[in-house]
């Protein structure tokens, strides 16, 4: 994959391709940014890019627009990128057009043009070539850093990276870099911990840590589905047939494979979803009838702290129970301790995961946060993903064109 450090862009106009979809909050008809953490993680490359001399047209999307939706409009984040670069940044009327492809050509070193929300264009999901053409006549070279949405052919983040000299971002590489350092290059024994919910959702993660990883250790809603192929009451915890059949599955080629695949062996379980709802922690693995399953025992807990403490490599996605409820959040927590503590290579991915670490105030203890989402499960499973294949170095590379740029003053 090309990077940043094949790229000359002092004097040039850089495409930065970004996942700059962030959550907004109006305020006494005031729309801002309500967490700023993505445009924060496109510093990096923004800042770079900036020191080495380019000029840059900054392209995401926000939310999923049906038209063009004023309140899905990139103002308050670009209000945001200029508050945290302190760069000269200005907000394009439109996606494309020969008023935006003016604009673009007005840059400065240094200088920052936020596009409006890329999916107002029909043509971005569908890969338009039209729409990439477009967007590359805007700039000189393309950088895409939105690692979120690798997994999209999308025009933004495929189609362009064909018309111009392409490379990934600071983000882009080390997403990559790390994910899939953790199949190829893991430091053994590596520990994958996966918990949230529907297993048909993450079979294909689970299928492909069997086959790698020293430990496989389920948690959360997923566990349910194991447990009752091994034939253990649910109760009315979250389980379909379908969930069954592919937990049976997974635990039938486990044991063919010889590795370990641990579910576990106490729950704290509850007659209802609730904080003041009557709960105990059972013996076994075994749900009473018309009781939820909410988090994992403390058996369980302390047993997966270990495998996770004395692992070479962590990869953790999706909680261990309903931790945003505080009686259920035990289990979670005692993993996420486990996490930060742990000398070995900690990866973790997933929203709620991520926000759980943020939750206990240990966002900071571990060695990578993976921001891609669908991208990152689909990666681990061996996916090709559009966004990065497009940048491979076996892709075709256009010439670069010279540089244009004027020196910004001062």
């Not at 891609?372 to 076996?394: F, I, N, Y």
Request: hydrophobic share 40%; glycine share 10%; aromatic share 4%.
């Amino acid at each position: 994959m090309r990077t940043l450090d094949d790229l000359d862009v002092d004097g040039r106009r850089v495409l930065l391709r970004a996942d700059l979809n962030v959550p907004l909050q109006t305020d006494a008809g005031v729309v801002s940014v309500a967490d700023d953490t993505r445009i924060r993680a496109a510093l990096e490359t923004i800042e770079e890019l900036r020191r080495r001399g380019a000029g840059i047209v900054l392209v995401s999307h926000l939310g999923r627009p049906h038209d063009r939706e004023p309140e899905l409009s990139m103002r308050p984040v670009a209000d945001r990128v200029r508050e945290l670069t302190g760069a000269h940044v200005s907000l394009a009327p439109a996606v494309v057009g020969d008023e935006v492809k003016a604009l673009s050509e007005r840059l400065e070193r240094g200088e920052i043009l936020v596009l409006e929300n890329v999916r107002y264009e029909p043509g971005e999901t569908k890969n338009d070539p039209q729409l990439a053409l477009k967007l590359a006549e805007l700039a000189d070279v393309y950088v895409n850093d939105a690692f979120g949405t690798a997994h999209r052919a999308h025009a933004s983040t495929e189609g362009v990276a064909h018309l111009l000299p392409s490379a990934a971002g600071r983000l882009m590489q080390r997403e990559v870099q790390t994910l899939t350092g953790i199949l190829e290059r893991p430091t053994r024994p590596l520990v994958a911990v996966l918990g949230g919910a529907k297993v048909a959702d993450k079979i294909g993660l689970v299928e492909r840590f069997v086959q790698v990883a020293d430990s496989v250790l389920i948690g959360g809603a997923m566990s349910f589905p194991f447990l009752a192929a091994e034939d253990h009451g649910v109760g009315a915890s979250p389980c379909s047939q379908e969930d069954v059949e592919v937990a049976r599955g997974a635990l039938s080629h486990a044991a063919a494979a010889g590795h370990s695949l641990q579910l576990p062996e106490d729950l704290v379980v509850a007659e209802r979803l609730a904080p003041d709802a009557a709960r105990r922690t059972t013996e076994d693995p075994e749900v009473p009838d018309g009781w939820l399953g909410l988090d994992i025992g403390p058996r369980t807990a302390a047993r997966y702290a270990h495998e996770i403490e004395t692992a070479g490599t962590v990869f953790w996605n999706g909680p261990m129970g309903v931790f945003e409820c505080e009686p259920f959040a035990q289990g979670t927590h005692v993993v996420a301790q486990a996490t930060a503590r742990t000398n070995a290579t900690s990866v973790v991915g997933g929203g709620e995961t991520l926000l759980a670490l943020r939750q206990f105030g240990l966002q900071d203890d571990v060695d990578h946060r993976s921001t891609g989402g669908g991208a990152t499960l689909e990666l681990l499973q061996g996916a090709r993903l559009p966004g990065v294949e497009a940048l491979s170095r076996d892709a075709r590379e256009p010439e670069q064109s010279p540089s244009r740029l004027a020196r910004a003053p001062g």
